[in-house]
């Protein structure tokens, strides 16, 4: 399976940041590896410039966040196939910050995510325990009730990535270890194989995400059941994205 490596920007960047794929492409020695997908998420009021640049450079552009509606009175918000009309490829739904800061529940990922599918993008679900949830021994069903509530019915492997992202490790510098990350991520193709069947479970690509930056990219790219990463802060210097993408 390829690799897809997820650039999320987050509330960072400028205009002149639309020519990063460019600088990235460059970095790489303009070869875009095929093991490896590249996906660039900058803030949307850059996205179609980003995606524009992506494109020719080979590579994927997405949005953060998406209303699950269409249209309408929804101030501030823009929805799913707004960000596709600005030519984005995927969509993040329900990173834990949208979770934690801005109201994201489960029933609301589910329905942007569906959205998202609608508009015949790719859904990046994210999904990811407390340090809390995890020392109490409830990681494991934590993510279960998030993937089962938060997945729409018409999820396949083709239109859905699932990120596990341990909120702890989030920005934070600690990374869980590979025993851990490799039992969920086998986890979460189990609970993925129960709700949509073994074959979409194994060709699910299930990214990891939580202080991947080039030092420990080779090591969590190469575990068992890692199909991908989403990193934050590492994705804003394009050095180390490109190394990043390079342990692909
Ligand atoms: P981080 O963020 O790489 O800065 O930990 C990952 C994410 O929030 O997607």
Not at 232 to 237: D, I, R, Y
């Given at each position: 399976m390829k690799k897809l490596i997820a650039a999320n920007w987050k509330m960072n960047g400028q205009s002149a940041w639309a020519s990063k794929p460019e600088q990235l492409f460059d970095l790489l020695g303009k070869i875009i590896p095929d093991r490896s997908q590249i996906l660039i998420c900058p803030p949307s009021v850059y996205l179609q410039q980003v995606a524009k640049n992506a494109h020719k450079y080979g590579m994927n552009a997405g949005a953060q966040n998406c209303h699950s509606e269409n249209s309408g009175a929804f101030t501030g918000e823009i929805s799913a196939n707004m960000a596709a009309d600005c030519e984005a490829d995927y969509i993040i739904c329900g990173h834990s910050e949208r979770r934690a800061m801005f109201g994201d529940t489960d029933a609301t990922v589910k329905a942007k995510a569906d959205s998202v599918i609608t508009s015949a993008m790719g859904a990046i679900i994210c999904v990811g325990e407390t340090l809390d949830q995890r020392e109490s021994g409830e990681a494991n069903s934590t993510i279960e009730s998030q993937l089962r509530a938060s997945t729409p019915e018409a999820s396949t492997a083709l239109n859905t990535v699932i990120a596990y992202e341990p909120i702890w490790a989030i920005g934070t510098g600690k990374t869980a270890t590979l025993e851990d990350i490799a039992q969920m991520h086998a986890h979460i193709r189990a609970v993925y194989s129960d709700m949509f069947g073994e074959k979409s479970a194994q060709d699910l690509c299930i990214q990891y995400g939580g202080s991947v930056k080039p030092a420990n990219a080779k090591d969590i790219l190469s575990t068992d059941g890692v199909d991908g990463a989403l990193v934050?802060?590492?994705?804003?210097?394009m050095e180390d994205f490109a190394k990043i993408v390079q342990a692909a």
């Open positions: 934050g802060g590492a994705s804003l210097n």
